[in-house]
Antibody, heavy 119, light 110 residues
Framework: EVQLWESGGGLVQPGDSLRLSCSVSGFTFSNYGISWVRQAPGKGLEWVAAMSGSGGFTFYADSVKGRFTISRDKSKNMVYLQMNSLRAEDTAVYYC????????????WGQGTVVTVSS | QSALTQPASVSGSPGQSITISCTGTSSDIGRYTYVSWYQQHPGKAPKLMISDVSNRPSGVSNRFSGSKSDNTASLTISGLQAEDEGDYYCSSYTTNSTLLFGGGTKLTVL
């Protein structure tokens, strides 16, 4: 069974850093891309970042480029989202999701982890 | 890059059919078949309903169907049921190598 489980969310102050983790199981890590998608309170879905199945390619939304970094540890079946220079507008539920390719279609999602950026 | 354009809300009575549109540009929907639709219930993670414009994943009811014409994709739900109520989002791959979501449509089953 394919499963994704996010962790690492919390309350931080503007300018702080936070690293989100996504534990994956039930599929071959190297065959599928992984994306991070966020949803601000009461708002719609916003794609944030993605990594290809090979791990050789990463992609970012303009709103986080230069501040967020997606990475993975294949040995641990973990994907990470390092978030630096956090802003109030980064407050959201962050989901990791498995892609059927890369940047195409997200067929399995985690339950989400909440990030709140506030002073 | 602006979000794909969806109506804010649609509604229908049980048994009826509704269609949700998703309008993009020649840089996303108009160029690629990587168009997907997601259903989201309050407090829950999104669920994939349609992939690659019109493919229905295993386990998704055949009451859900998708199509695309030029820069606009559409999701049609036939035989509306109370459980279909929720938020629906479209997404598309873009020429900027990003994934773009629509603003979301709230479906109300009357």
């Amino acid at each position: 069974e394919v499963q994704l489980w996010e962790s690492g969310g919390g309350l931080v102050q503007p300018g702080d850093s936070l690293r989100l983790s996504c534990s994956v199981s039930g599929f071959t890590f190297s065959n599928y891309g992984i994306s991070w998608v966020r949803q601000a309170p009461g708002k719609g879905l916003e794609w944030v970042a993605a990594m290809s199945g090979s791990g050789g390619f990463t992609f970012y939304a303009d709103s986080v480029k230069g501040r967020f970094t997606i990475s993975r540890d294949k040995s641990k079946n973990m994907v990470y989202l390092q978030m630096n220079s956090l802003r109030a507008e980064d407050t959201a539920v962050y989901y990791c999701a498995k892609d059927i390719r890369t940047l195409s279609c997200l067929d399995m999602w985690g339950q989400g982890t909440v990030v709140t950026v506030s002073s | 890059q602006s979000a794909l354009t969806q109506p804010a809300s649609v509604s229908g009575s049980p048994g009826q059919s509704i269609t949700i549109s998703c309008t993009g540009t020649s840089s996303d929907i108009g160029r690629y078949t990587y168009v997907s639709w997601y259903q989201q219930h309050p407090g829950k993670a999104p669920k994939l309903m349609i992939s690659d414009v019109s493919n229905r994943p295993s386990g998704v009811s055949n009451r859900f169907s998708g199509s695309k014409s030029d820069n606009t994709a559409s999701l049609t739900i036939s035989g509306l049921q109370a459980e279909d109520e929720g938020d629906y989002y479209c997404s598309s791959y873009t020429t900027n190598s990003t994934l773009l979501f629509g603003g979301g449509t709230k479906l109300t089953v009357l």
